[in-house]
């Protein structure tokens, strides 16, 4: 069983900071430490459209433009980060990557101004989704690989509210998404080839994820969404070859867990799925602890505790 984390953290943007929380999770033992997201993880993959004139920036949301002038190739700083983080020495560790999925991306481009978003999103465009955006972020999940990432996840948290539990809105079907899916992976040799969602994972999200061939690793909540112990089977993993990730601390609590609660919910855990909870970590990203301590200092050690207890308790079990 490994330790990871999904991603963001609370500290301001620049590229020290970046190498700063990577070694910091590092050092913590954290198994598969991601290149920390310290830029909204939509902005990062939004910015290459902008700068092509594919989206434009309105206020805080993102309008369609010229959307047949999706760039075909494009790096980000990040890409930049994890050459660095691969390149360096720590203690053998692997090193994750995490790139914003087609669904949630198109999920955050309007059609109009004003539009409602998700209704008004180009989700309703469907080719355009699982062709042209699908293309696009499939370039990022392979350069990610190429530079050396040990595990890349694609994160897709719309689909718990895209996918419901008999249907699924702007008409996609289960094929159509998975397709999708597994077209992001499509000669990606990395170990762990993953996608997570956020929030409670409906009956036919799990059978969506459970049939996507080129994935090996599911990553979910479950220290706020207990409900999830539920969404797969011991067999089911096993029979599908899938390994699940599962979170063990809040990422919207900024109280720090105790120990001994996080070894229970690992004990949970392990009661129903054995060896295929490949990992543990916290439910998402803790860039949502921005703006609610004191300073960005405090609200950074807060995760950093948080990750060091994850870690701990992980131990424990791996003793």
């Known amino acids: ?139 990022f999940v392979r350069r990610a690989s190429e530079i050396g990432a040990d595990m890349v996840v694609v994160d897709e948290p719309i689909l718990t509210l895209m996918v419901g539990r008999d249907r699924t809105l702007f008409g996609y079907t289960v094929e159509d998404v998975s397709t999708a899916l597994d077209r992001l992976f499509e000669g990606v040799g990395c170990r762990f080839r993953g996608v997570h969602a956020c929030y409670r994972v409906p009956p036919m999200l799990s059978k969506i994820l459970l049939t996507c061939e080129r994935l090996n690793y599911l990553d979910h909540e479950f220290a706020d969404s207990p409900a999830n112990i539920d969404a797969y089977t011991r067999e089911e993993l096993e029979a599908h070859e899938k390994l699940l990730g599962m979170g063990v601390v809040s990422s919207k609590s900024i109280r720090v867990e105790n120990r001994v609660v996080v070894e229970s919910r690992i004990r949970l855990l392990l009661d129903k799925f054995g060896k295929q909870l490949a990992f543990v970590k916290p439910d998402c990203g803790f860039g949502g602890f921005r703006g609610v301590l004191s300073s960005r200092e405090e609200e950074y050690s807060v995760a950093l505790r948080k990750l060091k207890v994850v870690v701990e308790a992980a131990n424990f079990y791996s003793s």
């Open 1 to 139: 069983m490994f330790t990871t984390h999904v991603g963001s953290m609370p500290l301001d943007y620049s590229q020290e900071n970046v190498r700063r929380a990577f070694s910091d999770m590092a050092s913590i033992g954290l198994d598969y430490p991601p290149i920390p997201q310290l830029r909204s993880f939509i902005d990062m993959y939004m910015e290459p459209l902008r700068k092509h004139g594919a989206v434009r920036k309105a206020g805080m949301r993102y309008l369609a433009g010229e959307l047949e002038s999706i760039p075909e190739e494009e790096g980000i700083p990040e890409l930049e980060d994890l050459s660095w983080a691969v390149g360096e020495t720590f203690k053998g560790l692997g090193v994750r990557f995490c790139v914003t999925g087609p669904f949630t991306l198109a999920s955050n481009i309007l059609l109009k101004p004003g539009g409602s978003p998700l209704i008004d999103s180009t989700l309703k465009l469907k080719e355009f989704v699982l062709e042209t955006l699908t293309d696009y972020v499939a370039t």
